[in-house]
């Protein structure tokens, strides 16, 4: 399928009079409709939820917006406990599914009323030492170790993955859990990530249904919510196929009548803590063409850097390129698009067949909405750029500003040179 940008040159052209680039930008439109096309493909499950991932887009301005569809948080630390509480959260509205979490970030999840989320049995003692008792509600995330294949294709290796107990260890800790004051019970598992196949999900509802049925016939836990956490990938490349949340909805409704219903447990809520899903195709990272280099390669040097987007560097994930107003030339150059690092795996492209790009070109790299800013870092004293919100009317809204010097230099604000160094 061809990738078209969400905005236009002259749109983007617009935009970049009032932001300079390097900045993301945010897709509000694209945003709403697929939160409502994931919370139609689930409607048929009366306590459906989604806790949106925190970690893969946390703004603040992004996650009102979700939480228009009725989604909470999913969280992981401290820092993202704290920007859900900003935005006013009730008991309930976020899970916290961390892992080696430190005793205080239990604590503080519970004063907000989160579900947690235990990664392993030996957290139980680690809470309840912590809060004094166990919560009413409570959540254990599953690992049942070996490949998650469908097919015969491998998806993933939740053998070698820190993540969750093992089998016998979920049912001791339900036994535990119960004996110390638990009522309602939750299982979660995350054993594939970034799948694009409709049937991960429906696949991984019945792995944890199955376990779900013998834990509650048990161990008597009356388990209340089953979380498919995240792993529902977006198409990065143009050639691969999109997942589609209805089909995908429909496949998980199918499990839940053969499995849970039966069973008795009709009742029991489905819960999606997706990231990607949400936010990766509706944000993109918008840079400028300010090189070219001819050497033994053919280099586009661009004023957005792997600080930005590091997704490349790190996994060599393919982010395509749309050069604006280029579309429909032909690609016939070979280059590879750099950033600024003093480091070789700073690039966006390798050996990418684009369209000739001129100097002051503006380049459109898709698919940078979640795991995208969040993943940012100051290497080489780069700065953290700007997200900006394309919203629903066209007009655009700054929803965090471009870092400046003296963010860089905040934690030296306790030190003399505090004073020789710049303020803003
Ligand atoms: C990262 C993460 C998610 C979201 O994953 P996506 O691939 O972005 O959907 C959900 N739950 C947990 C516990 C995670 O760590």
Same mark, same amino acid.
């Given at each position: 399928?061809?990738?078209?940008p969400f905005v236009?040159k002259?749109?983007l ?12 930008l945010?897709?509000?439109?694209? $945003? ?5 096309? *994931? @919370?139609?493909?689930? /409607?048929?499950?009366? %306590?459906?939820?989604?806790?949106? &991932? ?115 260890? $979920? ?5 535990? *859990? @119960?004996?110390?004051? /638990?009522?309602?019970? %939750?299982?979660?598992?995350?054993? &594939? ?91 993109g990272l918008i840079t ?32 395509h390129i749309t050069v604006m %107003? ?36 503006l380049l459109f790299i898709h ?58």
């Amino acid at each position: 399928m061809k990738k078209t940008p969400f905005v236009t040159k002259k749109q983007l052209e617009e935009i970049v009079k009032e932001y300079p680039t390097p900045f993301h930008l945010y897709d509000e439109a694209g $945003i709403r409709k697929n939160a409502q096309a *994931l @919370k139609d493909a689930f /409607a048929w499950n009366k %306590g459906f939820r989604e806790y949106f &991932a925190v970690k893969a887009t946390p703004n603040p301005f992004v996650m009102n917006i979700l939480r228009e569809y009725g989604c909470g948080y999913d969280c992981s630390s401290l820092t993202e406990l704290m920007l859900s509480e900003a935005t006013g959260v009730q008991p309930r509205d976020i899970m916290f599914s961390s892992n080696d979490t430190p005793a205080e970030e239990f604590a503080y999840a519970d004063k907000l009323g989160a579900i947690i989320n235990l990664d392993d049995i030996t957290h139980i003692d680690c809470l309840e030492e912590t809060l004094g008792h166990i919560p009413e509600i409570i959540s254990c995330r599953y690992n049942p170790g070996g490949l998650f294949k469908i097919s015969n294709d491998i998806m993933d290796n939740p053998g070698d993955a820190k993540y969750g107990m093992t089998t016998e260890q $979920i049912f001791d800790a339900f036994r535990i *859990l @119960k004996s110390k004051g /638990a009522k309602e019970f %939750g299982i979660h598992a995350f054993l &594939a990530s970034n799948t694009v196949t409709n049937e991960y999900y429906p696949m991984l509802a019945k792995v944890l249904f199955e376990l779900a049925v013998k834990l509650q016939k048990e161990t008597g836990a009356h388990v209340k919510f089953i979380n498919l956490s995240g792993g529902i990938g977006i198409p990065y490349k143009p050639d691969q196929e999109p997942n589609d949340i209805a089909v995908i909805g429909e496949g998980v409704r199918k499990v839940y009548e053969e499995v849970l219903v039966p069973a008795g447990m009709g009742d029991v809520a489905i819960y999606t803590e997706l990231g990607r899903f949400m936010l990766g195709p509706y944000g993109g990272l918008i840079t400028k063409a300010i090189h070219e280099k001819h050497t033994h390669k053919e280099y586009i040097g661009v004023d957005a850097c792997a600080a930005n987007l590091m997704r490349p560097a790190i996994y060599g994930a393919y982010h395509h390129i749309t050069v604006m %107003g280029k579309e429909n030339e032909p690609c016939d150059h070979m280059y590879d698009v750099t950033g600024s690092l003093c480091e070789n795996c700073d690039k966006f492209a390798v050996d990418r067949m684009l369209p000739k790009i001129d100097m002051g070109d503006l380049l459109f790299i898709h698919d940078a909405g979640a795991h995208g800013y969040s993943m940012g870092y100051n290497y080489n004293g780069r700065l953290r750029s700007a997200e900006v919100l394309l919203k629903e009317d066209g007009s655009t809204q700054l929803i965090r500003r471009a870092e400046t010097p003296a963010d860089y230099f905040a934690t030296f604000d306790c030190f003399d040179i505090a004073d020789r160094l710049p303020k803003k």
